[in-house]
């Protein structure tokens, strides 16, 4: 089992940076595809980005490609979320996950998430 904690969320203008981190406990974190998610008022939970278990391919929701880095280090149990040149739609409560299986782009797929952090981008 994985337990997940961000952090790093917070208000910034638009065109700003954030940097969300993603810690997760257990001994088993490189066994584990790691995604980010999103939620905005009254929208469904939309993917954001994801990275395999040993870094070798990353995948980005199209709005965010470009501005968003996803990245991990195994040997700290970590995956971040660099966000630049924010936009007011990037608003929303950001989630990390975690899952062992080979689909990464969609909610159902992941097992453990954390309790999201709040991002909020003013014009």
């Known amino acids: 089992q994985v337990q997940l904690v961000e952090s790093g969320g917070g208000l910034v203008q638009a065109g700003g940076s954030l940097r969300l981190s993603c810690t997760a406990s257990?001994?088993?974190?490189?066994?584990?595809?790691m995604g980010w998610f999103r939620q905005a008022p009254g929208k469904e939970r939309e993917f954001v980005a994801a990275?395999?278990?040993?870094?070798?391919?990353?995948y980005y929701e199209d709005s965010v490609k470009g501005r968003f880095t996803i990245s991990r280090d195994n040997a700290k149990n970590t995956v971040d979320l660099q966000m630049n040149s924010l936009k007011p739609e990037d608003t929303a409560v950001y989630y990390c996950?975690?899952?062992?299986?080979?689909?990464?782009?969609?909610?159902?797929?992941?097992?453990?998430w954390g309790q999201g952090t709040q991002v909020t981008v003013s014009s």
């Open positions: 990275i395999r278990r040993n870094s070798g391919s990353t």
């Open positions: 996950a975690a899952t062992i299986r080979p689909i990464l782009l969609s909610v159902s797929q992941y097992d453990y």
């Open positions: 257990g001994r088993t974190f490189s066994s584990y595809a």
